[in-house]
Structures are given as C-alpha cells and as structure tokens.
C-alpha cells in the first residue's frame, strides 16, 4: 500500500560512465546532449549556481524545487541569478542585462503553492557572464564572470520583482570576482544572520 507523501530518495552522484539501458549511451553523451551550450539560459544558470556552490563550499547537487539555488555550509540561503550579453541564437545586438523571478511562489506539501510571491533566500548573487563576442566567450572561465550580492533585507526594501543592471549596481554596489564571491557572501550573511 503506498503512503503518502510520498518522499523521494536523494539522488546517487553519477560519474557519467553509467550505461543508459537498453541503448548505446551513458550519461555522459546525454550530458552532451542536454547541456553542452552554455550559452543556453538554463544551463547557464546551472552553471552560476554550481559556481556560487563550489565558491562557498556546499555540497551536495541542486534541487530543482526549492525555494532557493544553494545552501551554504552554516546554513545560509542563497538564489542565485544570471545573465549574458551573448545568447545561443543569432542576435541583433547584444542582450540587455536583467534579473527576474526575485520573488516566488513556494511549494509546500502539506499546504500547495503559496498564494503570494516572496523573497525565499537570505542572499541574492547575481551573475554576469561579460564576453561582449562569441569569439572571446570562454565557457569554462571564471574570469568571465562578475557578481554582485545582496540580503534578502535589502533586496526586500526596493521590493523588486526584477531587476537590472544598473538598478543593481546602484543597491549592490561594484562586482566581484569570482575570488571574491565567497567573503562577499559571508559579509552578507553576517548583516542577515548576525549569529554566523
């Protein structure tokens, strides 16, 4: 008899040498398949949330439905957003640099969706992947990449749904490096959880 809810395992790690059955592939070539653009949105953001992890040390993979991106190792929340000036199809110019879906709506099992969209996360990194031509865009470079952070609290005090690039370099402050990223995000999370 099946209980419910119903929780599901966390998922094994994979090396990418698995054999996916009753074909000639492994994970790896669909690995290949799915996510060798970078440039694509999605993975994209994959990637910027992979960074923000490996830069503050959480392990662990991502989970698609949580109301944040990343968890620090003290427990600190963090959503992560990017963007690029360069995309995977053919552009008239370059793309403007905005940020959506700071609020969400959030799932709960017991209770659905929320009814209203809020800020889920105790930190906010925004990152910008900044080659200007395909020629220079470098996927695998952290070089590349500028971020900015914000608390929830001050993200909350302009109460933004979305936001861009100068708007937030006027609240965030100057970018960081990729160096940077993580006493940038410990200085935050100091302000929003002063007890760290």
Not at 42 to 66: C, H, K, Q, S, T
Not at 151 to 162: C, D, F, K, T, V
């Amino acid at each position: 008899m099946t209980t419910f809810p119903l929780h599901p395992p966390s998922p094994p790690p994979l090396r990418g040498d698995e054999p996916v059955q009753g074909t000639d592939a492994t994970v790896l070539d669909f690995w290949r398949f799915a996510l060798s653009d970078f440039k694509m949105n999605n993975v994209r953001g994959y990637l910027a949330e992979f960074l923000v992890a490996r830069a503050i040390g959480a392990a662990g993979p991502r989970v698609e439905w949580d109301a944040y991106d990343v968890v620090a190792p003290d427990g600190t929340t963090i959503e992560v957003k990017a963007s690029a000036y360069l995309q995977s199809w053919e552009q008239r110019t370059t793309s403007r640099i905005i940020f959506s879906g700071l609020k969400k709506r959030v799932w709960d099992t017991a209770t659905g969706m929320s009814e209203e969209p809020t800020y889920n996360a105790e930190i906010y990194v925004f990152a910008v992947q900044t080659a200007l031509t395909h020629e220079e865009y470098d996927l695998l470079s952290v070089s590349q990449w500028q971020f900015y952070v914000m608390s929830r609290p001050a993200l909350q005090e302009i109460g933004y749904a979305s936001i861009g690039l100068s708007t937030l370099r006027r609240h965030a402050g100057p970018a960081v490096t990729y160096s940077e990223l993580a006493d940038t995000i410990q200085s935050a999370s100091v302000r929003v959880r002063p007890g760290n």
